[in-house]
């Protein structure tokens, strides 16, 4: 099956690739030093996390990605190792919700664009650390608002805030674009049968569409008809994942112990040194975390062996 583009999609298509514009100029900003930093929200699977990353990648922009959850002092350690990049911290909203990562990004944020501003590491009232000079910019990217206090309002005075929330509709007639281009070696009607499936499972489900589903779904199907699934029908693969996902989906931002933490590290240490085996630095920016964190959590990892 070939998707017909019909005009009420061709207008939908339209805003959305609008709504991404914003996003992206709101990267530009931090990349260009025109603003400290951004915080984008917006429901999750919309193309944040894409369009900012697109933008840093088209400007040759030094950049850190951290997500999922980063400490105040995993922040403050990534910022002092790479103090002139742009750090995009991508679904940590649990550091806007603590009063110390907040009194971090604030001192990051507490200044102009491209000039150093000094950052303290302070703990019960006590320096721990040596300031430092941060020039660099700040894009956090999450599924909620950001909340209100007021640290977190003395944070969003010195940043652009965007909120991304572009309907099902938009999402649909975006996915029915990409798909009538192929993907890797598949055949645009290989792409839209995906799509189609991923759209029906989305409303039986009664959950709003994310853009994650559609690649995803396309390497699941790459996966079946190449005979590496072990017999498991396309179908399955995406059904089940996409429940799963929805199932979780409530607790995303339920606070974890320190041993939950420190287990998800080691199991992402775990990963990319499989994934990159011997490569360091692609090991590094894989998990997702300051260097100083990971070397932790490899040594760990080593005894743990």
Same mark, same amino acid.
């Given at each position: 099956?070939?998707?017909?583009?019909?005009? #009420?999609?061709?207008?939908?298509?339209?805003?959305?690739?609008?709504?991404?514009?914003?996003?992206?100029?709101?990267?530009?900003?931090?990349?260009?030093?025109?603003?400290? /930093?951004?915080?984008?929200?917006?429901?999750?699977?919309?193309?944040?996390?894409?369009?900012?990353?697109? *933008?840093?990648?088209?400007?040759? !922009?030094?950049?850190?990605?951290?997500?999922? &959850?980063?400490?105040?002092?995993?922040?403050?350690?990534?910022?002092?190792?790479?103090?002139?990049? @742009?750090?995009?911290?991508?679904? @940590?909203?649990?550091?806007?919700? =603590?009063?110390? /990562?907040?009194?971090? +990004?604030?001192?990051?944020?507490?200044?102009?664009?491209?000039?150093?501003? $000094?950052?303290?590491?302070?703990? $019960?009232?006590?320096?721990?650390?040596?300031?430092?000079?941060?020039? /660099?910019?700040?894009?956090?990217?999450?599924?909620?608002?950001?909340?209100?206090?007021?640290?977190?309002?003395?944070?969003? #005075?010195?940043?652009?805030?965007?909120? =991304?929330?572009?309907?099902?509709?938009?999402? *649909?007639?975006?996915?029915?674009?990409?798909?009538? /281009?192929?993907?890797?070696?598949?055949?645009?009607?290989?792409?839209?049968? !995906?799509?189609?499936? *991923?759209?029906?499972?989305? $409303?039986?489900?009664?959950? &709003?569409?994310? +853009?994650?589903?559609?690649?995803?779904?396309?390497?699941?199907?790459?996966?079946?008809?190449?005979?590496? #699934?072990?017999?498991?029908?396309?179908?399955?693969?995406?059904?089940?994942?996409? #429940?799963?996902?929805?199932?979780?989906?409530?607790?995303?931002?339920?606070?974890?112990?320190?041993?939950?933490? +420190?287990?998800?590290?080691?199991?992402?240490?775990?990963?990319?040194?499989?994934?990159?085996?011997?490569?360091?630095?692609?090991?590094?920016?894989?998990?997702?975390?300051?260097?100083?964190?990971?070397?932790?959590?490899?040594?760990? !990892?080593?005894?743990?062996?």
């Amino acid at each position: 099956m070939i998707a017909t583009i019909t005009p #009420s999609d061709q207008e939908q298509l339209a805003r959305f690739e609008h709504l991404l514009c914003l996003v992206k100029a709101r990267a530009m900003g931090v990349a260009r030093r025109k603003h400290v /930093g951004a915080y984008i929200s917006g429901r999750t699977g919309g193309g944040k996390t894409f369009a900012v990353r697109e *933008v840093l990648e088209a400007e040759g !922009v030094n950049h850190q990605y951290i997500n999922c &959850r980063v400490s105040p002092g995993g922040l403050y350690d990534a910022m002092k190792e790479n103090p002139e990049d @742009v750090h995009v911290l991508d679904d @940590v909203f649990t550091l806007f919700k =603590h009063p110390q /990562g907040l009194q971090v +990004l604030q001192a990051a944020l507490n200044g102009s664009a491209g000039e150093p501003r $000094k950052i303290p590491y302070v703990l $019960k009232g006590e320096h721990k650390e040596n300031p430092f000079d941060f020039s /660099g910019g700040v894009i956090a990217i999450s599924n909620r608002p950001l909340h209100r206090d007021p640290v977190a309002d003395a944070v969003a #005075s010195r940043i652009r805030i965007l909120e =991304h929330e572009p309907t099902d509709q938009m999402i *649909v007639a975006f996915m029915w674009s990409q798909a009538s /281009g192929g993907f890797a070696d598949m055949t645009p009607e290989e792409c839209c049968e !995906v799509v189609d499936f *991923v759209v029906a499972q989305s $409303k039986r489900c009664e959950y &709003r569409l994310d +853009l994650r589903h559609m690649e995803h779904g396309w390497q699941d199907y790459r996966l079946w008809r190449d005979g590496e #699934s072990l017999g498991v029908h396309w179908k399955e693969l995406i059904a089940s994942s996409m #429940s799963q996902t929805f199932q979780e989906d409530g607790l995303i931002d339920a606070p974890l112990s320190k041993a939950e933490e +420190l287990r998800l590290q080691r199991d992402k240490v775990r990963q990319a040194m499989a994934m990159f085996p011997g490569d360091r630095t692609k090991q590094i920016k894989f998990a997702g975390m300051p260097t100083r964190t990971f070397d932790r959590r490899l040594n760990e !990892v080593k005894r743990i062996r």
